[in-house]
């Protein structure tokens, strides 16, 4: 029961994790969020949700569980024997705030109680892995566009993507064509709608 003069806490309450990031780590997040105008925080919680969700991240870190866990109905057995893992960073390093929903934290802390660290550690850990996992930084770039363009213009740089992947020796993500669509710098004073149309444009066949 609630006391009197007591703040009712939030259901949707999110909870802060601030992790120390490898200056490389930090430097590719930081583009992230540079090239798709989205705060910091946002990304580094869609990369950390992504991989907390996928199998192959979960299968390479179930090889340091110390203890075991379930996770997405799947158990993973825990072995005292396994490697630690690295509890600090040993080169330089640089902070970043990142806030999750109750659900998601307690995802991490879970991960955390079977590597046998602190849910800080283990997020600065998820956030090194989903940076380098191709398939979460191109669906966090899809998912950007899906919400920032229009239907026709998603259709056309599908299609784009698909016929330069055809006939190029290199495998073209979404993140790859975003940068390529708009430079290093975005003009402040132009929205992406803009810049997809004249880019659209200017590569019809």
């Known amino acids: 029961m609630q006391k009197v003069g007591e703040r009712k806490t939030r259901s949707d309450k999110k909870r802060t994790v601030i992790p120390v990031l490898q ?32 199998r192959e991240t979960l299968d390479i870190l179930s090889r340091q569980f110390k203890r075991g866990i379930t996770l997405n109905t799947t158990h993973y057995f825990g072995d005292l024997n396994s490697p630690p893992i690295e509890k600090r960073i040993k080169t330089a390093t640089v902070r970043v705030t990142v806030r999750f929903t109750g659900q998601d934290y307690d995802t991490i802390s879970a991960l955390a109680y079977a590597l046998d660290c602190t849910p800080t ?19 966090y770039v899809r998912d950007y566009l899906v ?7 998603l259709r056309e740089l599908r299609q784009l993507l698909t016929y330069v992947n055809r006939y190029s020796n290199d495998n073209h993500s979404w993140l790859t064509l975003l940068s390529a669509i708009i430079g290093d710098i975005r003009p402040a004073m132009r929205s992406l709608r803009e810049i997809v149309n004249e880019f659209i444009r200017n590569h019809k066949r």
């Not at 540079?34 to 907390?52: A, F, G, Q, R, S």
């Not at 920032?148 to 213009?153: I, P, T, V």
């Open 121 to 139: 550690r283990a997020t600065s850990i998820l956030l090194s892995m989903a940076i380098q996992n191709v398939a979460a930084v191109n669906a």
């Open 23 to 54: 200056l490389d780590i930090k430097d590719a997040i930081f583009r992230l969020s540079h090239v798709t105008h989205t705060p910091i925080k946002d990304v580094c919680e869609y990369l950390v949700v992504y991989v907390i969700k996928d």
């Open 147 to 153: 919400d920032e363009l229009s239907e026709g213009q």
